[in-house]
């Protein structure tokens, strides 16, 4: 399994060589830490590049600013993306996107900061990854402006509706599902659109320490969720798809590594 999303320089995780070594122990081949601002960005690559990388190459980054930190965007910052994208470690930039869930940035710089993050992508030639949330329309018009010269993406977290996914997947994107699809009441409808994705589209991610799967035998007492849970969110995929979790892991295996390049 490739966890495409964790957010593991979190301060909720206080024990990064444990997390690590449970997520191996499940089953976890590598993972890529996401970006959500500047600094969070450099602690991701400063992980990568640590001993906790060793000996395996099991640390991947993004780099990126979140649409909530899109307020915080700069030409400067914009510049140090640029430099922290040189690394060798860094395989995606992001995350970013839309939301207009939260509205913690004003819709313009979220547009503003998200414009910005595609052209880099475009110049460093690296894939997206992608958030969205309640931005559809906004989104779309934003990714299709750019029309050939958009870099291959995925949609992080999808947690839409048919029809979006649908636009999504015409748009060629990739689709990151998280355990939101094992949460009893929001994760209905994703239960019901999940086997219209292409297995070749699809890519699987935990978005820890966040939404724990809640189909897990055992709840953790610290409802901290981590990359050794994985395995919940595929197994809840299978089921919805009439697949087996073998099938899964390998085919979204193999799309996390051809789509980062891992
Ligand atoms: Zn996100």
Redesign the pocket.
């Known amino acids: 399994m490739i966890d495409i999303?964790v957010n593991l320089t979190s301060p909720r995780f206080k024990d990064v060589p444990s997390i690590l070594s449970r997520a191996k122990n499940s089953g976890v081949r590598k993972m890529v830490i996401?970006g959500t601002s500047l600094n969070e960005s450099k602690n991701a690559i400063s992980m990568c590049e640590s001993s906790y990388n060793y000996p395996d190459n099991f640390l991947f980054s993004t780099v990126g600013i979140?649409p909530h930190e899109a307020k915080n965007f700069s030409p400067e910052s914009l510049n140090e993306l640029k430099k922290l994208s040189t690394h060798s470690c860094v395989v995606a930039i992001g995350?970013t996107?839309l939301d207009y869930y939260r509205n913690f940035s004003s819709r313009e710089s979220q547009i503003e900061s998200f414009t910005k993050h595609i052209e880099l992508a475009i110049e460093k030639d690296l894939p997206l990854f992608l958030?969205e949330r309640d931005a559809f329309d906004d989104q779309i018009r934003i990714l299709e402006s750019f029309g050939k010269d958009l870099p291959k993406s995925v949609i992080?977290?999808f947690t839409g509706s048919q029809t979006n996914l649908l636009k999504y997947l015409e748009m060629g994107l990739y689709i990151g599902i998280t355990g939101w699809i094992c949460d009893i009441n929001r994760g209905k409808k994703l239960r019901n659109i999940v086997k219209n994705i292409p297995l070749e589209k699809l890519m699987v991610e935990t978005?820890a320490p966040y939404l724990l799967p809640q189909n897990m035998p055992d709840l953790p007492k610290n409802k901290i969720n981590e990359p050794a849970f994985l395995k919940y969110v595929l197994d809840e995929i299978a089921v919805n798809r009439c697949e087996s979790f073998d099938e899964i892991s390998s085919l979204t295996s193999k799309n996390a590594k051809s789509f980062f390049n891992l």
Do not use: K, Q, S
């Open positions: 999303g996401t979140h995350e996107g958030h992080h977290c978005d």
